[in-house]
């Protein structure tokens, strides 16, 4: 499985848009990109995923580059319960998921 | 739908006692999965089962024992409790289609071995 790289942590104010980078620059052609975030020390919660194009759902946005070597979660109107650990992980197998050590992201009023 | 719920949430053992942390999920899913999070790290995988009666290791499989006799339940079993055992455990089931699904965490156990 390919590894990613994200930054350990970043803050965002109350209203605006939050993008968080994730850098995947070894992922094949079949590695999916997931977004998951955990909200203290709750459980993971699904946000959104992608194979080459862009996706939003009702949560997120997800933007994969051309070259799928780097994509980028936005959250477009940050608040405050969206202070959490963004965990961005390519994954190529249905039985599990590898977990990096995430972006902290720090929503300020 | 409950999703996944695990039992207990809270536990405290002594070296070398036993346990079992239960899992359960009423979506019907092929793949379970157990996940241990120490402080400030990601998830990592201990054991994960693709069916009932398959079961396989993970990551980090030493000193958990774990089977899968029903599609719903998954439990972990510590053989003898050790201090490095201490940590949060998730839950995780999913149906199995890379691509168009995700894995459903439980809330987690928290465990304290002294």
Same mark, same amino acid.
């Given at each position: ?109 | ?47 994960? *089962? #693709? ?5 396989? %290791? !993970?990551? $980090? ?9 029903? &599609? ?14 201490? *940590? #949060? ?5 999913? %149906? !199995?289609? $890379? ?9 987690? &156990? ?5």
């Amino acid at each position: 499985d390919a590894k990613t790289t994200q930054p350990p942590s970043m803050d965002c104010a109350e209203g605006r848009a939050a993008n968080l980078p994730c850098n995947h620059s070894t992922i094949s052609g079949n590695e999916y990109v997931y977004w998951y975030r955990q909200i203290h020390s709750q459980g993971p919660q699904y946000i959104i995923h992608g194979l080459k194009n862009n996706e939003t759902n009702e949560m997120a946005s997800l933007i994969i580059t051309e070259d799928r070597k780097s994509s980028t979660l936005i959250l477009p109107h940050a608040t405050l319960r969206d202070t959490a650990v963004y965990y961005c992980i390519v994954r190529v197998r249905p039985d599990k998921l590898i977990f990096g050590t995430g972006t902290r992201l720090q929503v300020f009023p | 739908n409950a999703g996944v719920t695990q039992t207990p949430k809270f536990q405290v053992l002594k070296t070398g006692q036993s346990m079992t942390l239960q899992c359960a999920q009423d979506m019907n899913h092929e793949y379970m999965s157990w996940y241990r999070q120490d402080p400030g790290m990601g998830l990592r995988l201990i054991h994960y *089962s #693709v069916g009932a009666g398959i079961t396989d %290791q !993970g990551e $980090v499989p030493n000193g958990y024992n774990v089977s899968r006799s029903t &599609t719903e339940d998954f439990p972990l079993r510590l053989l003898s409790a050790a201090p490095s055992q201490t *940590s #949060v455990y998730f839950c995780a089931s999913n %149906q !199995g289609n $890379v691509g168009t699904d995700t894995q459903y965490f439980g809330p987690g &156990t928290r465990l304290t071995v002294l």
